[in-house]
C-alpha cells in the first residue's frame, strides 16, 4: 500500500509548492526560458484536455471528479491485491497528479499550468502548456502499462 501512497503524496506536495512559486511570479516575468528547449508560462486552465470544456467549468471539473474516484478505486484494487512495485508506483504517480490538479479546480476554479516546450520534437508538445502533475501523471500511466504487460508475460 505505501508504494502507492508514498508517490502520490510527493507528487501532491511538490505539485503544490510549486504552483505556490510559479503563481507568486509577477506576470511579467513570463515567458522565462530554461535552456533552449524549455520555458515557464502561466496559463489558468479552467478546462481539461488541452482546455476542453473551458467554457463549461463545472462540467470540467465534474468529469475530473469522476475520473479522479474511479482512478482511486482503480489505484485502491492494485494496492490491495499486492500488484507488483512497479505497477503501484506507476498508479501512486497518477492518483498524485489526478489529485494535484483536481484540488486545485476546486480551490481555484482552475489548474495552473507552467511548463511550456516550444522546440519538442513530438509537434504534439508544442501545442500544450503542462504542470508536473500532468507529467506524473503519463510517467504513472506508461509506467502501470508496462508493468502490466510485463505481467502477462
Known sequence: MWKTIVPAAA???????????????P???FP?????RVQ????????????????????AAALQTASAAALA???????????GTALQIGMGLM?????????????RG???????????????FRRIIWNAADLSILTGCTTAVIALLCEEL
Do not use: M
Not at 11 to 25: D, F, H, P, S, T
Open 11 to 25: 507528487v501532491l506536495a511538490a505539485e503544490a509548492v510549486i504552483r505556490r512559486k510559479i503563481n507568486a511570479l
Open 27 to 29: 506576470a511579467e516575468t
Open 32 to 36: 522565462l526560458r530554461i535552456g533552449q
Open 40 to 59: 515557464l508560462r502561466r496559463a489558468h486552465n479552467r478546462g481539461l484536455l488541452c482546455s476542453k470544456f473551458a467554457r463549461k467549468p463545472r462540467a
Open 73 to 83: 478505486a482503480v489505484a485502491a484494487v492494485c494496492a490491495c491485491r499486492r500488484g
Open 95 to 107: 492518483l498524485g497528479g489526478a489529485l494535484a490538479n483536481l484540488i486545485e479546480r476546486w480551490a
Open 110 to 124: 482552475s489548474v495552473t499550468d507552467y511548463v511550456y516546450l516550444p522546440r519538442a520534437v513530438i509537434p504534439f
